[in-house]
């Protein structure tokens, strides 16, 4: 067996392999399937300060290859995350990572800064993807300047390994990645959903109720691939890759392409197990190669 573990900060992981926030609820769900300690790392659910109810039906179309999603962040606030689900969480045997969301530079400190007192949350990931509803409703993530901005806010109330989470809907992804790097980032990951449509024709109406929605899956993989080999020239921090893996393959492609480890979403609606099972095919890639460590295919691309 070679060395499968990774450092992402000051997190260690047994391997490279995570789980996209969003897709794999709170780990436990999938408890039935797997041995869910497997894996590297799980980043649960989007939370934000206060409640909030999603958007409404119908928030998930189907798309060649790929689904588009406008669930919208439902989840019961910070508050019933600390009370209700860390209890039953904590011991789970790998690193339980919070996606945090927010709306207002203030609700991502004070969520942020309530995790941080969370003594088996060893990180949160930074949804920077957001609105940002005191300007005029655009993201955080799509400006240098926003994406710095609540970066920087963020670090100084959160002091364990800070991932922030970017968004592909931009023009160029590094300047962003960049920007969230001065802002004291430890890791950047990416990519986020792509922003996309999906029309019923015979109603003449948008499939979605919010007519545009996030897109993922395997079709959104050659986008990620590029904008992850991108941002990984240009930061010195680590990077997680994601967007379309759905299989060991993909995983070594992107860890090849700089990504120092992976996440996976999509593809745990279509098999449970897959996270394992692309644990046991990086193994299998290195073992066949003979690399002793995943850590030496890291950036190994050669162009
Ligand atoms: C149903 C669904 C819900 C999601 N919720 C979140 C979320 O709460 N926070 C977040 O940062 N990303 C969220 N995402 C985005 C995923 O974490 C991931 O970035 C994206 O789906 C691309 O990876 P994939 O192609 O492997 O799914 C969600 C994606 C899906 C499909």
Not at 65 to 83: D, P, R, T
Request: aromatic letters at 6%; one cysteine or more.
């Amino acid at each position: 067996m070679a060395d499968l573990n990774v450092n992402i900060g000051e997190l260690h992981m047994k391997n490279p392999v995570m789980t996209a926030s969003g897709t794999f609820g709170y780990g436990e769900e999938f408890a039935d399937f797997i041995d869910i300690s497997r894996i590297g790392g799980i980043i649960v659910k989007g939370t934000t300060l206060h409640k909030r109810e999603g958007n409404p039906y119908p928030r998930m179309a189907e798309t060649p290859s790929g689904m588009l999603n406008a669930v919208g962040l439902q989840n019961k606030g910070v508050h019933h995350f600390v009370e209700h689900i860390y209890p039953r969480i904590k011991n789970i045997k790998t690193n339980m990572i919070v996606n945090v969301s927010g709306s207002a530079i203030e609700d991502y400190m004070e969520t942020a800064a309530i995790i941080n007192e969370l003594v088996n949350i060893p990180a949160i990931e930074l949804n920077i993807s957001c609105p940002n509803v005191k300007q005029g409703g655009m993201a955080f993530g799509v400006t240098a300047k926003g994406a710095e901005e609540v970066v920087k806010a963020v670090r100084s109330v959160y002091k364990k390994t800070l991932i922030v989470k970017l968004s592909p809907n931009v023009t160029d992804i590094t300047e962003i990645a960049r920007a969230a790097e001065n802002g004291g980032a430890d890791s950047v990951s990416l990519i986020n959903t792509l922003l996309g449509m999906a029309v019923d024709a015979e109603r003449r109406r948008p499939i979605l109720s919010t007519v545009t929605g996030g897109m993922s899956g395997a079709a959104v993989k050659p986008i990620a691939l590029r904008m992850v080999w991108q941002v990984a020239k240009a930061v010195k921090i680590p990077v997680i890759g994601l967007g379309g893996i759905m299989n060991w393959k993909d995983a070594v492609e992107f860890m090849l392409a700089g990504a120092s480890a992976i996440q996976i979403g999509t593809a745990n609606f279509i098999d449970p197990a897959i996270t394992v099972k692309v644990a046991e095919g990086i193994d299998d890639y290195l073992n066949r190669h003979g690399y002793k460590s995943v850590k030496e295919i890291i950036g190994a691309l050669e162009v």
